[in-house]
């Protein structure tokens, strides 16, 4: 019964694309129609369309900081065995460590034979570059003095490292321990209950935000950076396509096809959100129950690289870095070379889980090899499209990883993998309340 209705409606993937699609089309209509339209500006750019998508985001982001705190609290509270968690956690930092490593050699690489800043040009604006925190202040930012004023200033390392001692500390105090554990384990599911409902908007938000989008972006915009934008689409795809794949089957044996078909909403809610974690509810949602990851892998490796791993942002980082010393006509040597990808891979660490906050760590980066910060002016105009590119690969290093870690602890069910309808019904919200009302009714009856 389930699966005929189930048939007959149009899946989240499909839904979502129809709305990307809509939301391009009606905005390049716009554009065309109504060039320089001050109506169309405040009446639908920045009225319509940008109070659906801002509305989209913000009940997304509004499940961030509850669905880390709850969902991290119950993986690790079930990870009684201390060799468990650090087993767990060595892992996961590990191949995020080695796959930012990786994008970032190959970003170089690929940017020194293309050569993008060979192109003469000239830029006006300047750049104010914020102060990056050093690694040092990172590592201090990280222990919450106050763990309620990091929930309600949503500061993810803090909450996660919160949240690691919080369910550590669950796991061992007895009985007492229990009953605190099933109570997450009951808000987590209230929660990703939630995390359903507001996916059931997804469409709507994702149309008036690539409809901004196109309305505020001129093509002129791409002409003089037109290789660098290429190059860093290039290396993120074969990071994307390729590299993550090929790590997934040489580390699980699972299978690359299956993964990204699976992947689809996941990436497409990355690429029109441009934010890790605005994403996290979507990545939850696929790994635990379309890809049968055990939640108590997944809370522990999810909110964790919505955090620190951001391949993406370190491929952008190796590409620019290049690209700038070309534009200046400067030089460097391979131990500066080295010096990129080292500092990229830890800058990755600091780097939040928002829209375009790769800018500022990519000052770091250049101050590193003495390159000017100003620098970072001639890529402003095409980040925000190249941000939401990234944030795709982001959102697919950290489920590759999940995979590889659910693997080797054997914490996966491979059968829901690749059960191709695997998750759907999770996704139902009509077949939900249907069969929600015809409880009710046999419980009165």
Sequence with gaps: MFTDNNEQKMHLTSKIMIGMLAGALIGFILRQVFPESVWVEDYLTNGLFHIIGTMFIACLKMLVVPLVLISLICGVSSLSDPSKLGSVGGKTIVFYLMTTAIAVTIAITFAIMIHPGDATLSVETSFAAKEAPSIGQILLDMIPTNPVKALSEGKMLQIIVFAIVFGFAISHVGSRGVRVAEFFQDLNEVVLRVVTLIMALAPYGIFGLIAKLVLSLGMDTFESVAKYFFTVLLVL??????????????????????????????????????????????????????????????????????????????????????????????????????????????????????????????AMVLQQVNLPVEGIALIIGVDRLLDMVRTAVNVTGDSVTTLVVATHEKEIDTKVFYDIDAGEKELDIEQFSGNQLKSKSKKKS
């Design 237 to 362: 795809f074969i990071q994307g396509l390729l590299v993550y794949p090929t790590l997934l089957k040489a580390f699980t044996g699972l299978s690359p096809s299956m993964f990204l078909r699976k992947m689809r909403d996941v990436q497409l809610f990355a690429f029109s959100t441009s934010s890790s974690n605005a994403t996290l509810p979507a990545t939850f949602q696929t790994l635990e129950h379309k890809m049968g990851v055990d939640n108590k892998v997944a809370s522990f490796t999810l909110p964790l690289g919505a955090t620190v791993n951001m391949d993406g942002t370190a491929i952008m980082q190796g590409v620019a870095t290049v690209f700038i010393a070309q534009v200046y006509n400067q030089d460097l040597t391979v131990a500066e070379y080295l010096s990129v990808i080292l500092t990229a891979t830890l800058a990755s660490v600091g780097t939040a889980g928002v829209p375009s906050v790769g800018l500022v760590t990519l």
